[in-house]
T-cell receptor
Framework: GAVVSQHPSWVICKSGTSVKIECRSL??????MFWYRQFPKQSLMLMAT?????????EQGVEKDKFLINHASLTLSTLTVTSAHPEDSSFYIC????????????FGPGTRLTVL | GQNIDQPTEMTATEGAIVQINCTYQ??????LFWYQQHAGEAPTFLSY????GLEEKGRFSSFLSRSKGYSYLLLKELQMKDSASYLC??????????FGAGTTVTVRA
C-alpha cells in the first residue's frame, strides 16, 4: 500500500527558532500534499495544500510567511515553521494524494512539535 | 464553509455495540470518511461512503444519507483496543477534507 513518512517524528525547539518538517511519499508520486495541524483534544485542521512545482494554497487564518511550504518534487514536501513560539506547539500531519482516486489521501505518522 | 457535528464522548462495555453519529453541512460533497485515531498517532482509515446506504467491513459498518446530511459508524463486538477517537470527515467539492472534532470512545471491561 501507499506509504507516507514524516521526519522528524518529534522535535523540541527554543522559541524564535525555525523548524523544518519533511513529508515523503515512499512508493508513489504525490501530485498533491496536504498539511494539517492538530492541537490537543481537537480535530485536524487543514493548513495548506501544496502541488508539486507550484505555490501552496493556504487556508484562511494560516500565515503563509510563518508556515513555509515547499513541494519541490513529486515525493517530498516540507513545512518550515519560522520563528516558532509556544503557541505553535502542535501535532503536524501531512497527507499525500497520488492523482488517481481523488478521494484518497494517505496520511503520514505525524510530527509532534514542542516549542519551549 | 463546513459544519460537522459528532458527540464528544461515548462509553461502552466490552463486547457491546456503539453507534457514533455525524451530521454535516458542507459546500459540495465528494464523500464521507471515518478515521480512527489513537492518542499521539495519525488517523487511520476506517471507511469511505459516497453513495447512500450501509457499508460493512468486519466489526465496523458505516452508513450515509446524503439527503439528511447524516452518517453513522457502528462498532460491533467492542474490544478494549477500540478505545480511541473516531473522526468523521467530509470531502468537500474542492476535494479538501474537513474533520469533525472527534468522538472519544472508551471501552470498559
Amino acid at each position: 500500500g501507499a506509504v507516507v513518512s514524516q521526519h522528524p517524528s518529534w522535535v523540541i525547539c527554543k522559541s524564535g527558532t525555525s523548524v523544518k518538517i519533511e513529508c515523503r511519499s515512499l512508493d508513489f508520486q504525490a501530485t498533491t500534499m496536504f498539511w494539517y495541524r492538530q492541537f490537543p483534544k481537537q480535530s485536524l485542521m487543514l493548513m495548506a495544500t501544496s502541488n508539486e512545482g507550484s505555490k501552496a494554497t493556504y487556508e484562511q487564518g494560516v500565515e503563509k510567511d510563518k508556515f513555509l511550504i515547499n513541494h519541490a518534487s513529486l515525493t517530498l514536501s516540507t513545512l518550515t515553521v519560522t520563528s516558532a513560539h509556544p503557541e505553535d506547539s502542535s501535532f503536524y500531519i501531512c497527507s499525500a494524494h497520488d492523482g488517481r482516486e481523488l478521494h484518497t489521501q494517505y496520511f503520514g505518522p505525524g510530527t509532534r512539535l514542542t516549542v519551549l | 464553509g463546513q459544519n460537522i457535528d459528532q458527540p464528544t464522548e461515548m462509553t461502552a462495555t466490552e463486547g457491546a455495540i456503539v453507534q457514533i453519529n455525524c451530521t454535516y453541512q458542507t459546500s459540495g460533497f465528494n464523500g464521507l470518511f471515518w478515521y480512527q485515531q489513537h492518542a499521539g498517532e495519525a488517523p487511520t482509515f476506517l471507511s469511505y461512503n459516497v453513495l447512500d446506504g450501509l457499508e460493512e467491513k468486519g466489526r465496523f459498518s458505516s452508513f450515509l444519507s446524503r439527503s439528511k446530511g447524516y452518517s453513522y459508524l457502528l462498532l460491533k463486538e467492542l474490544q478494549m483496543k477500540d478505545s480511541a477517537s473516531y473522526l468523521c470527515a467530509v470531502l468537500g467539492g474542492d476535494y479538501k477534507l474537513s474533520f469533525g472534532a472527534g468522538t472519544t470512545v472508551t471501552v470498559r471491561a
